[in-house]
């Protein structure tokens, strides 16, 4: 089952633009928050930018400024535009989204995508 898709990857020129969109499964429900993460070839997977229920952001450091994260809550879809794209942008973006409720006891479980290609070139 397909629970989260992206899309809106792709390749681009330095100084482009691109913008991912995230669709979560109406099936997941109590999402608290989405975001997105990424990972280049040979580092860890890092934060990009994170947005929760009430509109709250958070961004890496290298991003501020360049990627704005926003969130439509009622269709469980998170999206990321970026501008000024850099060559070290070049990743797989990951969407997540973070599942939590309460039933007897906190349940809480991350939804992966399963990562779109962002390459920027020089």
């Known amino acids: 089952q397909v629970q989260l898709v992206e899309s809106g990857g792709g390749l681009v020129q330095a100084g482009g633009s691109l913008r991912l969109s995230c669709a979560a499964s109406?099936?997941?429900?109590?999402?608290?928050?989405m975001g997105w993460y990424r990972q280049a070839p040979g580092k860890q997977r890092e934060l990009v930018a994170r947005i929760i229920s009430g509109g709250s952001t958070n961004y890496s450091d290298s991003v501020k400024g360049r990627f704005t994260i926003s969130r439509d809550n009622a269709e469980n879809t998170v999206f990321l535009q970026m501008n000024n794209l850099k060559p070290e942008d070049t990743a797989v973006y990951y969407c997540n989204a973070e599942q939590r409720y309460y039933s007897g006891t906190y349940y809480s479980r991350d939804y992966w995508g399963q990562g779109t290609q962002v390459t920027v070139s020089s």
């Open positions: 109406k099936s997941i429900f109590s999402i608290i928050a």
